[in-house]
T-cell receptor, first 110, second 120 residues
Framework: GQQVMQIPQYQHVQEGEDFTTYCNSS?????IQWYKQRPGGHPVFLIQ???SGEVKKQKRLTFQFGEAKKNSSLHITATQTTDVGTYFC??????????WGAGTKLIIKP | GEEVAQTPKHLVRGEGQKAKLYCAPI?????VFWYQQVLKNEFKFLIS????????ETGMPKERFSAKCLPNSPCSLEIQATKLEDSAVYFC??????????????????FGPGTRLTVL
């Protein structure tokens, strides 16, 4: 069945280092959404990418959608403690359900 | 309201007992989704509603789980005869609309704070 794979599962970084998470879909996606879940919190929508090759920026966050619309990435430049949390990608399924990646947990080393 | 509300925040049940969770979507949102999140963090889709009608129930373990969204009432998710493996955080989300795949846009989902169910 349709799957969205997300890697890595965890990423430990020093504050100030960069962070990247990758999503790959087994099928072409019409769009992809990114969410952030803080520890103990609920997912919060960050952005939606729709166009092939699209790149969007939100301050230190850069989101990319691949040319084939089967992969996406989120890159955070110079991480801060406020970036801690789990980042999820999600793509629509044929029956309008969202298929979620497993998430990448960003951990800032003390 | 402007936020998705979920009650209760925490629910503890003995194995075999019934559990009922409630969700009030954002006013004006037509779609409601229920997800189960276990310790591994992965979201398991359970069911979605378009207003009071079941839209997609492919994720529901039908023998023990049921859900409703009745007019002028909070939506509910009920688990009969809970099992240990039902322990999880259950999130409700609402969305303004769900676009067909042929249309490029797709509305984001707004999540409630979740209900943590612990089955002992």
């Amino acid at each position: 069945g349709q799957q969205v794979m997300q890697i890595p599962q965890y990423q430990h970084v020093q504050e100030g280092e960069d962070f990247t998470t990758y999503c790959n879909s087994s099928t072409t996606l019409s769009n992809i959404q990114w969410y952030k879940q803080r520890p103990g919190g609920h997912p919060v929508f960050l952005i939606q990418l729709v166009k092939s090759g699209e790149v969007k920026k939100q301050k230190r966050l850069t989101f990319q959608f691949g040319e084939a619309k089967k992969n996406s990435s989120l890159h955070i430049t110079a991480t801060q403690t406020t970036d801690v949390g789990t980042y999820f990608c999600a793509g629509p399924r044929s029956n309008y359900q969202l298929i979620w990646g497993a998430g990448t947990k960003l951990i800032i080393k003390p | 309201g402007e936020e998705v509300a979920q009650t209760p925040k925490h629910l503890v049940r003995g194995e075999g007992q019934k559990a009922k969770l409630y969700c009030a979507p954002i006013k004006g949102h037509s779609y409601v989704f229920w997800y189960q999140q276990v310790l591994k963090n992965e979201f398991k889709f359970l069911i979605s509603f378009q207003n009071e009608n079941v839209f997609d129930e492919t994720g529901m373990p039908k023998e023990r789980f049921s859900a409703k969204c009745l007019p002028n009432s909070p939506c509910s998710l009920e688990i009969q005869a809970t099992k240990l493996e039902d322990s999880a955080v259950y999130f409700c989300a609402s969305s303004q609309s769900v676009q067909r795949l042929a249309v490029s846009s797709y509305n984001e989902q707004f999540f409630g704070p979740g209900t943590r169910l612990t089955v002992l």
